[in-house]
């Protein structure tokens, strides 16, 4: 190789290294927060977070890769939940997970505009986050066990279905 044809190559290379260096960084990861009412050991804590873990990797994110999850506990205390609730939000996630009442009051609390996904919330219309279950409105969403529509009248749904 000639010298003029290896400074050529040479000068060449050194004006594509930062373009081939910027293409190769990843796209910012998308931040979630996580706030559970209950402690982190917490038997039904630890199943609620492996199904969320599980249904993200199966829609492609993957925590470290292109996701971060910042997880908070409250165990059980509202005043914890509380300011765990305004940390996340201090944060800027592009959506919190909450799991339990306490968890939801204090999300409820310190955000109208992050969107809210709650899991294990009692009766989420009495407790004031959603304006009903089937059009929740604001910021808030999730999933409940319980319709309270089906419950006040299950002493009659026994005696319809012969149930003892």
Same mark, same amino acid.
């Given at each position: ?5 290896? *400074? ?37 804590? /630890?199943?609620?977070?492996? @199904? ?43 959506? *919190? ?8 009051? @204090? ?9 809210? /996904?709650?899991?294990? /919330?009692?009766?989420? /219309?009495?407790?004031?986050?959603? @304006? ?7 910021? *808030? ?24």
């Amino acid at each position: 190789m000639r010298r003029r044809e290896f *400074i050529t190559l040479f000068s060449g290379s050194a004006l594509m290294l930062p373009l081939a260096a910027q293409a190769q960084q990843s796209a910012p990861k998308k931040r979630i927060g996580v706030l559970f009412s209950a402690a982190e050991d917490n038997p039904q804590s /630890v199943k609620d977070l492996a @199904a969320f873990k599980s249904g993200l990797q199966a829609l492609g994110w993957n925590e470290g890769a292109n996701l971060q999850i910042d997880y908070r506990w409250g165990d059980g205390d509202p005043s914890r939940a509380r300011s765990s609730a305004m940390e996340l939000v201090s944060i800027s996630p592009a959506v *919190i997970m909450g799991t339990g009442t306490v968890a939801m009051t @204090a999300l409820h609390d310190a955000t109208n505009t992050i969107p809210i /996904v709650f899991l294990n /919330v009692a009766d989420p /219309v009495a407790g004031g986050f959603v @304006a009903s279950l089937s059009r929740p409105s604001g910021n *808030i969403t999730g999933f409940t066990l319980f319709e309270y529509d089906i419950g006040e009248n299950g002493c009659n749904y026994s005696r319809r279905w012969h149930l003892t």
